[in-house]
T-cell receptor
Framework: SQQGEEDPQALSIQEGENATMNCSYK?????LQWYRQNSGRGLVHLIL?????REKHSGRLRVTLDTSKKSSSLLITASRAADTASYFC???????????????FGKGTLLTVNP | GAVVSQHPSRVICKSGTSVKIECRSL??????MFWYRQFPKQSLMLMAT?????????EQGVEKDKFLINHASLTLSTLTVTSAHPEDSSFYIC?????????FGEGSWLTVV
């Protein structure tokens, strides 16, 4: 399956700053999800945005989706050292054989928030 | 509590041996489960779709004879890495979908020495 691209691949910021990560994908989707992964650990689901939605908020997270450009962004506001992790976007849908449960992951962004 | 449980969380095995990883759906029956692999500092790649009562569907480039998947019940799928080699060392993680949610296991670290 094809993978999306995230940029930047790595991002280092100071605590309190905002972090923006972008994701692009290649096929039509049903949903796009963002996940967080701490080093050596499993995945934590952050937020899901449907293909008919353009923006979604959850706490300090803001996700946008532009299906015409096949891209999404994740904004973390007022970052904390505890936000240090890898962040992945994942899509489902037509590029996943039509299954909503079969995900294609982007390459991920490693976010480092310095105290 | 966990909805999907994986076991073991970490395993070290000798080159040439086989290792079995279990993925259990604790709260609901799952006719389909998904297995992903993640090499260090890389993303997750789908390996195969585990189908209860039938053969797994493997992604392109994944050797079905090397990565044996058994989904004999509605709550358990197993991934067996046969004749493991150091290049099989990776993080293996399973997922199950229910309703509008995808649940991931905690993952299993495999180190082949």
């Amino acid at each position: 399956s094809q993978q999306g691209e995230e940029d930047p691949q790595a991002l280092s910021i100071q605590e309190g700053e905002n972090a923006t990560m972008n994701c692009s994908y290649k096929t039509s989707i049903n949903n796009l999800q963002w996940y967080r992964q701490n080093s050596g650990r499993g995945l934590v689901h952050l937020i899901l945005i449907r293909s008919n939605e353009r923006e979604k908020h959850s706490g300090r997270l803001r996700v946008t989706l532009d299906t015409s450009k096949k891209s999404s962004s994740l904004l973390i506001t007022a970052s904390r050292a505890a936000d240090t992790a890898s962040y992945f976007c994942a899509t489902d849908g037509r590029g996943s054989g039509g299954s909503n449960y079969k995900l294609t992951f982007g390459k991920g962004t490693l976010l480092t928030v310095n105290p | 509590g966990a909805v999907v449980s994986q076991h073991p969380s970490r395993v070290i095995c000798k080159s040439g041996t086989s290792v079995k990883i279990e993925c259990r759906s604790l709260d609901f029956q799952a006719t389909t489960m998904f297995w992903y692999r993640q090499f260090p500092k890389q993303s997750l790649m789908l390996m195969a779709t585990s189908n209860e009562g039938s053969k797994a569907t493997y992604e392109q480039g994944v050797e079905k004879d090397k990565f044996l998947i058994n989904h004999a019940s509605l709550t358990l799928s197993t991934l067996t890495v046969t004749s493991a080699h150091p290049e099989d060392s990776s993080f293996y993680i399973c997922s199950v979908g229910s309703g509008n949610t995808i649940y991931f296991g905690e993952g299993s670290w495999l180190t082949v020495v």
